[in-house]
């Protein structure tokens, strides 16, 4: 019992260590992005790299508050395990704890989406530059 505690353990760290670097990824686009737009002059840009932009800084916006999202609901659902942990065996439901859980794994999902739509348009944005250069 201990041994499958210790893998449970290492699965939660591993999965919020993965979070983290999420989080910071699309914390630092984002904010690399206002950096690159207060530096240049936007009406360089064709329409296209326009939307591209747009779209990218959406997609990392997103991302950042999907994991911010998950980190609160994370953060309930240990709360709900501890209060009803504490309760005799016999009252302790779990059935919010389920609810937070598959939230949650829906969160994490849709972050990966949101994160791999603003890596695709940034990296379309950079092929785009590199050919016309």
Known sequence: M?????YHSLAKDAGNKLRAYILSMSTGATGVFFLAL???????FTH?????????????????????????IDAKRFFDLAKQLEKP??????????????????????????????MLCISIYLALNIFKA
């Open 2 to 6: 201990e041994e499958i505690k210790s």
């Open 38 to 44: 207060t530096k240049s002059d936007v009406s360089k």
């Open 48 to 72: 296209s790299e326009k939307w591209l932009l747009l779209c990218a800084l959406i997609a990392f916006v997103t991302t950042v508050a999907i994991c911010l999202y998950e980190l609160r």
């Open 89 to 118: 065996k016999e009252d302790q439901q779990w059935q919010l704890n389920e609810k937070y859980k598959r939230l949650r794994y829906k969160l994490i999902h849709f972050s990966y989406l949101t994160l791999g739509i603003g």
